[in-house]
């Protein structure tokens, strides 16, 4: 599977952004998806996931109660809705997938997912 994401800019902290990843294929419904984050001179880390289904969704306690992850499997495209933003949330943005199902613990673990996007730069200024 290939994947695209896109959306990310700079918004004011406080504000709100979306970012997509279009996936291409006809199985993205029976992958595993997730969303990370990275800035320079930092390990890549986990910001959130999403169940095949959808049903099930993770989240990084540093964006939990701002972000939400969503999916639309007739679009093929998983999104991040990022609310209050803050300067620490600037970082390139990558989603990731992995095919269902998976035991609970991977979907939050960086090396367990299987294909990468290009990522979107999403920065936050105070």
């Known amino acids: 599977v290939q994947l695209q994401a896109s959306g990310g800019g700079l918004v004011q902290a406080g504000g709100s952004l979306r970012v997509s990843c279009a996936a291409s294929?006809?199985?993205?419904?029976?992958?595993?998806m997730g969303w990370f984050r990275q800035v320079p001179g930092k390990e890549r880390d986990f910001v959130a996931a999403?169940?095949?289904?959808?049903?099930?969704?993770y989240y990084a306690d540093s964006v939990k109660g701002r972000f939400t992850i969503s999916r639309d499997n007739t679009k093929n495209t998983v999104y991040l809705l990022m609310n209050s933003l803050k300067p620490e949330d600037t970082a390139v943005y990558y989603c990731?997938?992995?095919?269902?199902?998976?035991?609970?613990?991977?979907?939050?673990?960086?090396?367990?997912?299987?294909?990468w996007g290009l990522g979107t730069l999403v920065t936050v200024s105070s």
């Open positions: 294929g006809r199985t993205f419904s029976s992958y595993d």
């Open positions: 999403i169940s095949a289904s959808g049903t099930t969704t």
């Open positions: 990731a997938a992995s095919p269902s199902p998976r035991p609970s613990y991977l979907f939050t673990a960086t090396e367990s997912y299987d294909y």
